[in-house]
């Protein structure tokens, strides 16, 4: 059973950094692409950010472009999501998933995802 992991939430101020980590175990993480979402109290699911199973492409919600990096060592089978400049519409859980096969353009729907994590709580106080 693939179980991502997310961890590094918090509560920050406005203006501060978080990191996020996402782990799942075992020998077919390189093989994985992850994707970032978060939810809001009495908002839908939304994408945040996504790399492909190698690293080299990655793809960012509007929202969080220049301010969040999502980066992975699949030597740890860890994903991250380094967080920036964090403002309090930030403030959601944030939810690790990873998708088998091809990244394509349908990158940001979370429907493509097989695996999904528990959440982490993010809190930004302005």
């Known amino acids: 059973q693939v179980q991502p992991v997310e961890s590094g939430g918090g509560l920050v101020q406005a203006g501060g950094s978080l990191r996020l980590s996402c782990a799942i175990s075992?020998?077919?993480?390189?093989?994985?692409?992850i994707g970032w979402f978060r939810q809001a109290p009495g908002k839908e699911r939304e994408f945040v950010a996504a790399s492909d199973w190698s690293g080299g492409r990655s793809y960012y919600a509007d929202s969080v472009k220049d301010r969040f990096t999502i980066s992975r060592d699949n030597a740890k089978n860890t994903v991250y999501l380094q967080m920036n400049s964090l403002k309090p519409e930030d403030t959601a859980v944030y939810y690790c998933?990873?998708?088998?096969?091809?990244?394509?353009?349908?990158?940001?729907?979370?429907?493509?995802?097989?695996?999904w994590g528990q959440g982490t709580q993010v809190t930004v106080s302005s």
């Open positions: 075992g020998r077919t993480f390189r093989t994985y692409n």
């Open positions: 998933a990873a998708h088998t096969g091809y990244l394509g353009s349908n990158y940001a729907s979370p429907r493509i995802y097989d695996y």
